[in-house]
DNA sequence: TTGTAAGCGTTATCAC
DNA sequence: GTGATAACGCTTACAA
């Protein structure tokens, strides 16, 4: 029956159906009309295959039921969860998801953000780095992990909690001398917090500790020639270590096997993020578990409160400490 | 300057920079217009920050510039990496990513594609498991390991030449009584034709092999159960297996190991995907790589292509074997 | 070259 | 309750 090349729209629909056009558009909006021509029109439209144009909705309306998600990379554990409960998130409120990768890079996190606001996207949640990103405040934005002014609402875990606990954990565990290590990007953001809140536990509690904290540019080589210079006889002098992210604690915990220092025997391991083996499902090291489905939720609830303003700047979701086979009370399970 | 509540239009543009809307438009799609013009509308734009509206466009070129990438999960390592170079391949052709994550559901998939229909993409790419898929072919579709019909491109890796591969490296391997095990989906794909391809290498070469097919609905339990029931004395009477999935490779070799059959000494072990460990980036196990890279750019380059129709219905891209510890070679290195 | 006006598919405001 | 009609922001003939 279709003999018109592009796809039908609610002109069609109306001829098809024998009404005028806005009746159509009120069988497609919810808006009353009469029973008879509602059939009509759900039929006709069936026959043609007729799907509303959101594009020509969102000229008109300006909504576009679409969010724009900003992510360095997908392929990271943490970044793939995060995106995935997100999406997930955002389907639930009947929103669409627009993907953004930055590949970590600073000009493409600005280039993003340009384009899906080409796109009209309703908002925007982005995990970025770059400092002197330019928010247009006309558009709802959230942003993860890193705060950028109190009108731009920043989620994420409880980073400084989170050292706290690692701190107080070790301490618990027996530990009397601790180490914090950190590699990360240069740019500050809300994880650095998770060193202050270590450190913040030590010095309460008067524990000894010492902090080593690199660029991620460098590489990880600066944290395990540290490792190896303190080595003296073989033996290790610091018997508990908080490692700002997992990887990092994985990456430490193989050097100090490579080196002969037996974990958690003589030195306990804890990481940040609460990542699993994709394979095992179990956890890669003793870590702070971040909230990463709370996080997604709580970044697409504010995105799209009507009042975004009247929250608070920074939302801190809180984080618990779970045991992965670094830390010595694992014996007796977790 | 803006009193204008709302973002700012070609018309105030054009207002801004007292020439007319078409100037504007001509402007910012490359067409040739007064120099003077150009800057004076420039510069208006910019002061305006003006950003030209997607939207509106496309209802009049029929064109969004924005593909609907359409996938399971973002969790999984393949599922992630796939989503992350198919987003960078439309990227760097200029297109946006519309992601849609079906959670293996087959309903949802349905859905998804309707939805991102009614946002007028230009094209979808989706790895689906819905036989009855019902794909209107007005819109470019390409599918991923799974063929619907001629009409539907499909790209995936050389399952069938991945299969033989295996087996071939097995039997140089000096392996002699072969296995072949398989957990996947209950609906038919291309990644079937992995055990074909195994199965028919080792027919041709009189190779005795044996094969175990599941469905993932049922976990991998069936799997370890038939080997537990393989064991006699401690000794397993397969000396290779090929497994359809990296994943399930682990899994069986983290089974082998737990009853004591040593591999790769006393069993060897090939995969399918090619994952790395995300910590370690070393690979999981010895395994026949996916060109997840290739499919994506190809998927891309199929989608956009002008005519589609000329290409031919499936195009399998090549994999290769890479040593991962479960196979005997790797003493002497990779 | 520049300006004008029609129209893309939809919604919303009206008379009917 | 139903049906014309004017926008929405943009592109694109076509006229100036």
Redesign the interface.
């Given at each position: 029956m279709r003999t018109k090349s592009?796809?039908p729209t609610m002109k069609d629909v109306a001829q098809e159906a024998g009404v005028a056009l806005g009746t159509v558009s009120k069988v497609f909006n919810g808006i009353p009309v009469g029973e008879s021509y509602r059939v009509r029109v759900q039929e006709a439209a069936d026959r043609l295959?007729y799907?509303?144009?959101?594009?020509?909705r969102?000229?008109k309306t300006?909504k576009?039921f679409?969010a724009a998600?900003i992510i360095p990379?997908?392929?990271?554990?943490f970044f793939?969860?995060l995106?995935?409960e997100l999406?997930?998130a955002l389907?639930l409120r009947g929103y669409?998801?627009?993907?953004?990768?930055t590949?970590f890079d600073l000009a493409s996190e600005q280039q993003c953000i340009?384009?899906?606001?080409?796109?009209?996207v309703d908002g925007i949640i982005a995990l970025t780095y770059n400092p002197d990103l330019r928010i247009?405040d006309?558009l709802p934005f959230v942003s993860i992990d890193r705060f950028y002014s109190a009108s731009i609402p920043c989620v994420s875990s409880d980073n400084y909690g989170g050292g706290q606990l690692a701190a107080e954990k070790l301490h618990s565990l027996g530990c009397k001398n601790l180490l914090f290590l950190r590699s990360g990007s240069s740019v500050p953001g809300e994880p650095d917090k998770r060193g202050a809140g270590f450190e913040a536990y030590c010095q309460l509690h008067r524990l000894s500790s010492q902090s080593l904290r690199i660029d991620d540019t460098e590489g990880i080589r600066p944290i395990l020639d540290f490792i190896d210079s303190q080595i003296r006889d073989g033996h290790f002098p610091f018997d508990g270590i908080f490692c700002s992210t997992?990887?990092l604690a994985?990456?430490v915990l193989?050097h100090l096997t490579l080196r002969g220092i037996p974990c958690p025997e003589e030195v306990q391991l804890i990481g940040f993020d609460g990542?699993k083996d994709?394979?095992?499902h179990k956890p890669?090291c003793s870590t702070i578990v971040q909230p990463v489905s709370e996080m997604a939720r709580t970044a697409v609830d504010i995105l799209l409160s009507q009042d975004r303003f009247r929250l608070s700047a920074l939302t801190c979701l809180p984080v618990r400490y779970q045991a992965g086979g670094t830390t010595r009370e694992d014996v007796s399970g977790s």
């Open positions: 592009s796809a295959g799907q509303v144009n959101n594009y020509a969102g000229l300006n576009t679409t998600v990379s997908t392929t990271h554990p793939s969860l995106t995935e999406s997930r389907s669409r998801t627009l993907l953004a990768i590949s340009e384009m899906v606001r080409q796109n009209k247009d006309s997992d990887h994985v990456d193989n990542l994709f394979f095992t890669v």
